[in-house]
């Protein structure tokens, strides 16, 4: 299981708190450090089920600085992920990459559910 995460934030920290007091086994991955690349975006994205739009950190700066609420309508699926793949902090965290799901944020009822 991969546990793609900032350190600094909050929701990941409850999440690797979570994560730890459950004994579930992963491997930690920092989004900034280590940005994932559009072909595991693609492969993230078709496994969750969900929209590429649920990838975007709507709360975050770069997300505002860029002006993405009004420039991701007009935008591709592909041109999104490639957006997404240019820097880890336009991507929701954490990301909780399992066999056969792909978990988007954290919502503890709905990794209770997958785990």
Not at 36 to 49: C, D, F, M, Q
Not at 58 to 66: A, I, N, P
Not at 67 to 76: A, D, G
Not at 80 to 92: H, P, R, S
């Amino acid at each position: 299981m991969l546990f793609v995460c900032y350190p600094k934030c909050s929701t990941c920290q409850k999440a690797r708190k979570w994560l730890d007091a459950n004994e579930v086994k992963y491997t930690e991955r920092h989004i900034k450090e280590e940005n994932p690349t559009e072909e595991e975006l693609k492969a993230w994205i078709a496994k969750s089920g969900q929209p590429v739009k649920k990838f975007f950190n709507t709360s975050g700066m770069l997300y505002r600085e860029l002006n993405l609420k009004e420039r991701l309508p007009q935008m591709t699926d592909e041109e999104q992920i490639e957006l997404l793949a240019t820097n880890g902090m336009l991507v929701k965290r954490p990301l909780l990459v399992c066999e056969n799901a792909v978990l988007v944020g954290f919502k503890e009822a709905q990794w209770k559910e997958i785990l």
